[in-house]
């Protein structure tokens, strides 16, 4: 939401029922909100379709129904890293080819001195030059001035990384830590990912999942629910089959990327569980439940 909104249009079609052939984002600068705070066309102020547009607003209010940009609290780190990265620039034009300092006589002419310094900048081009009426010649080395330059870039990289994501192990890889700091890290992650994920769910549910019911007649209510189910941790899924937990061998094999048995000879099993029951159940991410039995309208989502 770098606008601080979004907008998208539902594309629909008709088989026997009204069904979503897709979805898709289109510029907000298209729209504005009149003084009802409706959804209108910006260059006509005609109101929108109804059932055609969605909308979602970020810390939007009454008083801003645009909400707020989510760039905003990194834009002063943006052109503090934008204003790094071009001194970093001039730096490299000045200094990455080291400037070459002459060493003539000091009776040496102008005409003399003007020659020689189209020979200088011949060389420092990579082309072949003659030098006479020169007693040395002499680089100016600076030393390597680029490691301020890359710390802050990198500074500023990671407080954006934060103010957007919540954390910056997920973004880049850090410099040192270890696994409890990344699973913290993840943590925070997947925290602002459910947070939005439910966010989206209630937006869904008092628009296009009411318009798909409003536009079958069909009466009642229906919800969609995001569900998420993350993987244990191999330790503690040791520890449960240690404890003769039923546990999905499918969901291990694809989790942990072991190669599956071709038979059962093939497969070494620990000796105490060879009598154990193991359930095989396929992996679900998302599940989308409903409150009343109208999941044929959804299957074209």
Known sequence: LEYGWAVVEVIWKKEDLWKVASIERRDPLRFRFNKED???????????????????TYNGNAENPYGESVLKPVYY???????????????????????????TDENAQDDTLNLIADALAELQSSSSAVLRGIKDLKTIDVGDKSDPFQKLIDY???????????????????????????KVHKDVFLYIVKSDAKWLEHKLNITLIRWILELNSVSGDAKIRFTFKEDLELDKVI???????????????????????????????????????????????????????????????
């Open 38 to 56: 409706k959804l209108v066309y910006a260059d006509s102020g005609k109101e929108v379709e109804p059932y055609k547009f969605i909308w979602i």
């Open 77 to 103: 780190v943006w052109k503090l890293k934008l204003l790094a990265l071009n001194h970093w620039e001039v730096l490299t034009e000045k200094y990455a080819i080291p400037p070459i300092a002459a060493i």
């Open 156 to 182: 500023c990289n990671r407080e954006i990384s934060k103010a957007i994501v919540g954390q910056t192990l997920t973004s880049e890889a850090g410099d040192h830590g270890s696994y409890a700091l990344a």
């Open 239 to 301: 520890a449960l089959i240690d404890r003769g937990f039923p546990v999905s061998k499918t969901a291990l094999y694809e989790r942990y990327g072991v190669p599956k048995p071709t038979s059962e000879e093939d497969a070494f099993v620990k000796p105490d569980l060879q009598g154990m029951v193991f359930r095989d159940k396929p992996k679900e991410e998302i599940t989308f439940n409903f409150s009343n039995p109208v999941e044929d309208i959804f299957r074209g989502l």
